[in-house]
């Protein structure tokens, strides 16, 4: 049985740094894209950045780039989402979702919010 879990969310003020983790069970990480997405109270669920499999390049939504980072770590299986400089505006539950979709782009992961599997996500609040 394949599970994503998601961990590491909770409340941070303005400015404030986490690091999200995305353990997977059942599948090697290492061998799908990974990306994270984000669902905000009252909006759309968006993508919020993806790994390729296959080339190990990433995208970053305008919103997060030069904030966020997304990285593995195979030896634990997991993939990270390191968020620093939090804004209000990031405040919503992440989910992380793995795919072995062929891609032009991993952009496309993102944009079309392509996974195979998803976990149930993770709260971030960022308030003070």
């Known amino acids: 049985q394949v599970q994503l879990v998601e961990s590491g969310g909770g409340l941070v003020q303005p400015g404030g740094s986490l690091r999200l983790s995305c353990a997977a069970s059942g599948i090697t990480l290492d061998y799908y894209h990974i990306g994270w997405f984000r669902q905000a109270p009252g909006k759309e669920r968006e993508g919020v950045s993806c790994t390729s499999s296959s080339d190990g390049t990433t995208y970053y939504a305008d919103s997060v780039k030069g904030r966020f980072t997304i990285s593995r770590d195979s030896t634990k299986n997991t993939v990270y989402l390191q968020m620093n400089d939090l804004k209000p505006e990031d405040t919503a539950v992440y989910s992380c979702?793995?795919?072995?979709?062929?891609?032009?782009?991993?952009?496309?992961?993102?944009?079309?919010?392509?996974?195979?599997?998803w976990g149930k996500g993770t709260l971030v609040t960022v308030s003070s």
């Open positions: 979702a793995a795919g072995t979709h062929t891609l032009s782009t991993i952009q496309a992961m993102c944009a079309l919010q392509l996974g195979s599997y």
